[in-house]
């Protein structure tokens, strides 16, 4: 039987692969109903994407709603609004949340209008005010001085969008069982997708980046972000920066770390002429490692720091290329 109402998921599918984002999702996805005792339940659409719905299983939901369409092959914010908004309308759920990707981005603000609910974007934390089964949406707010709880005690769906990597995902378990749900609501558009347009970037996607090497301030110049990019290429990394470097053109926007850019969490974050201030912090605390350079024996970076090196970058940052390629 179909479980009605509880905590919902937002899955994306990339390249045709359900995206790391959706397990994330899962796991703030899975507390959240076992404080409220429901079913968490994962929307999965798409094309040729229903063999992954166990998957999501094994990750933590319950349920998983699929939608499987050749129309569903390429994102188009139109129909899979409306897949969603039809689902959410005949289940119900109490909450919906969705990763603060474009699509996530995209999509969220259109199904909110229809349901005539609440939305916090980009939240950081989710927690539920058990006295009244709230949904407590977290969100850094005044430039990240303070963090604001929202909630939405009218409007049902709950919605919120995530921050992608402000959690890991659960381990795999593939002896959990669920239950798949087929649907296949009216999934035509009125849009049609004429090209996609990778963005050229050297390195992995920031976000999925294993080590990332970010310069700030401190490296001086755009023409030192190239020993950055050595170092990234060396270490099979890439590279970030920090809003003071991206403001000053040294670097892209698309690699800003921090409050207003990415949230990262590499297995090694490598700050480099970086002084710490909490909207970076924001973005790359939850690194595994953090290895910091600084001239200034006092940067709040080295707080964060679990190898601190009090330098130069412009000589350490070479000396450490030296040392990789010898
Ligand atoms: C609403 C809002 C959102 C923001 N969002 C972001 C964000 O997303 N990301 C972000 O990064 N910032 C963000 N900021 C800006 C943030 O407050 C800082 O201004 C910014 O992070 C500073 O960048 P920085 O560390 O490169 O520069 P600085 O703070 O100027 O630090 C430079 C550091 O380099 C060191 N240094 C100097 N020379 C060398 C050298 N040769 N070798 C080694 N070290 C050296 C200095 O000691 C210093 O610690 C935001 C601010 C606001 C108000």
Known sequence: MIESGGVWTLSEVR???????????????????????????????????????????????????????????????????????????????????????????????????????????????????????????????????????????????????????SRRPLPEDRSRTGRIVEETPDVSSVMRLLEFLPEKKVGAPLQDAEVIVSGGRGMKGARNFAMLEELAALLGGSVGASRAAVDMNWAPYSSQVGLSGKSVTPKVYIACGISGAVQHLAGMSASDTVIAINTDPEAAIFRVADLGIVGDALEVVPALIGRLRS
Do not use: K
Request: aromatic share 4%.
């Open 15 to 165: 390249g045709g692969l359900v995206h790391q984002v959706s397990y994330e999702l899962l796991a703030w996805g899975r507390d959240l109903a076992d404080v409220l005792g429901t079913p968490l339940s994962a929307v999965l659409m798409g094309h040729g994407v229903a063999g992954q719905a166990e998957g999501l299983v094994a990750h933590g939901a319950d349920q998983v709603y699929v939608v499987d369409s050749p129309e569903l092959a390429d994102f188009l914010p139109d129909s899979f609004a409306r897949v969603l908004g039809d689902l959410v309308s005949r289940h119900r759920p109490e909450i919906l949340i969705a990763s603060a990707t474009s699509t996530g981005r995209a999509l969220m603000p259109l199904l909110f209008v229809d349901a005539d609910t609440g939305l916090t974007a980009d939240c950081t934390e989710l927690s539920i005010e058990t006295d009244e089964r709230l949904l407590l949406q977290t969100r850094p707010a005044i430039g990240g001085n303070v963090m604001a709880d929202i909630r939405t005690p009218l409007g049902r769906p709950q919605m919120c969008t995530v921050r992608p990597r």
